[in-house]
Structure formats: structure tokens, C-alpha cells
């Protein structure tokens, strides 16, 4: 069975950082694409970053510079790596793995996702 188990979120200060983790079990996925969405209730899912297989990474525009994505495949996990945290930036995060579709930003495109967790950035 296939897990995505994701860790580190809490309640942080603003200008805070924190790091995210998450978990693969079940399969690997180092030919796989991973990344991260938020969201929060009542509104939309949202894409936050994601890295593809060889390394490349790709942002939504307002986490560009403040949010860093990386991988181990070694350990089958990837991280979000926040800084210079906002409030604006509280939801649930959770991870992504092994993208079907040709976006990178679409949910749907994923195979597998995780449960979330929560982050809250105080103001």
C-alpha cells in the first residue's frame, strides 16, 4: 500500500520558518515527480511547488523566493523548505507524488497524495 505521510507543520510566528516533510511508502518514486499543495478551508486547492524527477523545480508565483523544494530519494521524501513566513501562507499542506498529466500545478495530474499537514503563521 502506498503512503504519503507528511510532518513539521505547526503554529509559527510571522517572518518564521519551518520545514516541511513527507514521507513515501509502498513504492519509490525517484522517477517520479513531487510536490506540495495548500489549502484552506473553503477555498480552492492551491499548487505550491513541485520538483520533477531530475531535479527541477517549479514555484507558485508568491512563495517564489521564500519557499525552497528538495528531495532524498535515497530516503523516498521530499521537503518544503519556508522562510519568511506569512500569514496568508496558513493552510494544510499536503504532498503530491508521480504526475500522470503534463502539469505540474494540476492536483488532478497526481497519482497519489497525502493526508496534509497543518500550518498556522501567527500575525
Known amino acids: 500500500q502506498v503512503q504519503l505521510v507528511e510532518s513539521g507543520g505547526g503554529l509559527v510566528q510571522a517572518g518564521g520558518s519551518l520545514r516541511l516533510s513527507c514521507a513515501a511508502s509502498?513504492?519509490?518514486?525517484?522517477?517520479?515527480?513531487m510536490g506540495w499543495f495548500r489549502q484552506v478551508p473553503g477555498k480552492e486547492r492551491e499548487f505550491v511547488a513541485a520538483?520533477?524527477?531530475?531535479?527541477?523545480?517549479y514555484y507558485e508565483d508568491s512563495v517564489k523566493g521564500r519557499f525552497t523544494i528538495s528531495r532524498d530519494n535515497a530516503k523516498n521524501t521530499v521537503y518544503l523548505q519556508m522562510n519568511s513566513l506569512k500569514p496568508e501562507d496558513t493552510a494544510v499542506y499536503s504532498c503530491?507524488?508521480?504526475?500522470?498529466?503534463?502539469?505540474?500545478?494540476?492536483?488532478?495530474?497526481?497519482?497519489?497524495w497525502g493526508q496534509g499537514t497543518r500550518l498556522t503563521v501567527s500575525s
Open positions: 520538483i520533477s524527477w531530475r531535479g527541477n523545480t
Open positions: 509502498g513504492r519509490t518514486f525517484s522517477s517520479d515527480a
Open positions: 503530491v507524488a508521480d504526475k500522470r498529466g503534463p502539469s505540474y500545478s494540476d492536483f488532478s495530474a497526481y497519482g497519489y
